[in-house]
């Protein structure tokens, strides 16, 4: 196979061109690099702006609002933010809302998270005691509304 025909393929769109003999781990490395190219760009046009009743997370801008005015939010608390806002009502234990808006995972992070929970509840004015917007399940976690 000469150069003309991988031009040819790449220009009609193709995402990548492997000759023989391959190797079956770039093949795989390959597959994984363009299936992060098209999330990053799925995730891209889908989460601009998330909207949760008074809230509205705008994840290019990295910016959220209640009723219209601006929470100045650490990177942690908006990607926690983030998270919950994805999925409004559902219940992530500890390790999962960790896992999903920190990437890692580490037991020793939970006591850390329920400190960022506390300052967040604070800036969006939830009362403790009663939250309208970040609620505790206890025994499991904590679930973005749904009271």
């Known amino acids: 196979m000469d150069d003309t025909d991988k031009i040819v393929g790449l220009e009609v769109g193709a995402d990548d061109y492997i000759t023989k003999p391959y190797n079956p781990r770039e093949v795989a490395a390959r597959v994984r690099s363009v299936l992060r190219r098209a999330k990053g760009d ?4 889908v989460e ?42 559902h219940i992530f234990t500890r390790g999962e809302l960790i896992e999903s808006a920190l990437n890692y995972q580490y037991d020793g992070m939970e006591r850390s998270l329920d400190t960022h929970i506390k300052n967040l509840r604070r800036k969006l004015g939830d009362d403790p005691r009663d939250p309208e917007y970040i609620q505790t399940v206890y025994g499991v976690g904590y679930r973005l509304g749904n009271r």
């Not at 799925?42 to 046009?45: F, K, P, R, V």
């Open 48 to 89: 601009r702006v998330l909207v949760y009743h008074a809230l509205r997370l705008d994840v290019s801008r990295r910016q959220l609002t209640l009723r219209g005015t601006e929470v100045e939010l650490t990177r942690i608390e908006f990607d926690l933010m983030h998270a919950l806002i994805r999925s409004p009502e």
């Open 42 to 45: 799925l995730e891209a046009e």
